[in-house]
């Protein structure tokens, strides 16, 4: 099994940056890929930014070029750098991981973006 706990929502600005972070209860080596999903209000949930255990990164095409996914092996972390928020990314943000075939979701972490 693996645990995921994300932090770092919050509410920001449009424009605004930050940084969320997702610790995994095992060694990401062992991990076959991880993620980040969003939901928003009142929609479902979507994928954001996948990252394979060797490294490929596919992007939802609202986030491409704003958004980074980042690996810490070291830490077990998975990051998701968010940069130049729009009030349309507000929303639920999960952590996602594929673990012999078997999908595991952290708690969630909001994110408000608004003036």
């Known amino acids: 099994q693996v645990q995921l706990v994300e932090s770092g929502g919050g509410s920001v600005q449009p424009g605004g940056s930050l940084r969320l972070s997702c610790v995994a209860s095992?060694?990401?080596?062992?991990?076959?890929?991880m993620g980040w999903y969003r939901q928003p209000p009142g929609k479902q949930r979507e994928s954001v930014a996948v990252?394979?255990?060797?490294?490929?990164?596919n992007y939802a095409d609202s986030v491409k070029g704003r958004f980074t996914i980042s690996t810490d092996n070291a830490k077990n972390t998975v990051y998701l750098q968010m940069n130049s928020l729009k009030p349309e990314d507000t929303g639920v943000y999960y952590c996602?991981?594929?673990?012999?075939?078997?999908?595991?979701w952290g708690q969630g972490t909001r994110v408000t973006v608004s003036s």
């Open positions: 996602n991981a594929l673990y012999y075939l078997t999908d595991y």
């Open positions: 095992r060694s990401i080596y062992s991990i076959s890929t």
């Open positions: 990252m394979s255990g060797g490294g490929l990164t």
